[in-house]
T-cell receptor
Framework: KQEVTQIPAALSVPEGENLVLNCSFT??????LQWFRQDPGKGLTSLLL?????REQTSGRLNASLDKSSGRSTLYIAASQPGDSATYLC?????????FGKGTRLSVIA | KAGVTQTPRYLIKTRGQQVTLSCSPI?????VSWYQQTPGQGLQFLFE???????NKGNFPGRFSGRQFSNSRSEMNVSTLELGDSALYLC???????????FGPGTRLTVL
């Protein structure tokens, strides 16, 4: 059974800092890994999708990497801003739709 | 393109009642997945429909059911509500479940 773990559970950083969020999964038989953002009380916004054959994907200040063999992914956020404050969730897609981690709650302090 | 819409946005029910939630996917998307989000368990997959057929099902009791119509709109039903069913119910649509999933704003269900 696929299990997804995100560390840390919460993170607080000053504005402008670069940061890394971590995600690990137990079963490497995946189609893709997706990173989402969730604002309080809202739905999920898709940030990046990395196919199992890819190593990384970039969108603006966000860069996600995938190491399928070790079961790990990282989300790198450059030059963080207060508007980046949210919960970040990673999810893996395998034989069934998405299995989610519990998320990392990020606070960027101005 | 219009995003995924869910109705109603908020619901309050009492134990033992039943509830039906609705999801309208992005135009052209044939896959609709449902998820339950609670503070303790996080996001958990309920089921996925593609072209009116349930293709995947999560580990939830039979009180949770769903269906998909020919226009890809989907409904989920929870019968005999329990206090533990209080949660944010999210639906997501995609061209296929292995593609990027686009989530709706969710329905907040409170069971008293």
């Amino acid at each position: 059974k696929q299990e997804v773990t995100q560390i840390p559970a919460a993170l607080s950083v000053p504005e402008g800092e670069n940061l890394v969020l971590n995600c690990s999964f137990t079963d490497s038989a995946i189609y893709n890994l997706q990173w989402f953002r969730q604002d309080p009380g809202k739905g999920l916004t898709s940030l990046l999708l990395i196919q199992s054959s890819q190593r990384e994907q970039t969108s603006g200040r966000l860069n996600a990497s995938l190491d399928k063999s070790s079961g790990r992914s990282t989300l790198y956020i450059a030059a963080s801003q207060p508007g980046d404050s949210a919960t970040y969730l990673c999810a893996v897609c395998g034989n069934t739709p998405l299995v989610f981690g519990k998320g990392t709650r990020l606070s960027v302090i101005a | 393109k219009a995003g995924v819409t869910q109705t109603p946005r908020y619901l309050i029910k009492t134990r033992g009642q039943q509830v039906t939630l609705s999801c309208s996917p992005i135009s052209g998307h044939r896959s609709v997945s449902w998820y339950q989000q609670t503070p303790g368990q996080g996001l958990q997959f309920l089921f996925e429909y593609f072209s009116e057929t349930q293709r995947n099902k999560g580990n939830f009791p039979g009180r949770f059911s769903g269906r998909q119509f020919s226009n890809s709109r989907s409904e989920m039903n929870v019968s005999t509500l329990e206090l533990g069913d209080s949660a944010l119910y999210l639906c997501a649509s995609s061209s296929h479940y292995t593609d990027t999933q686009y989530f709706g704003p969710g329905t907040r269900l409170t069971v008293l």
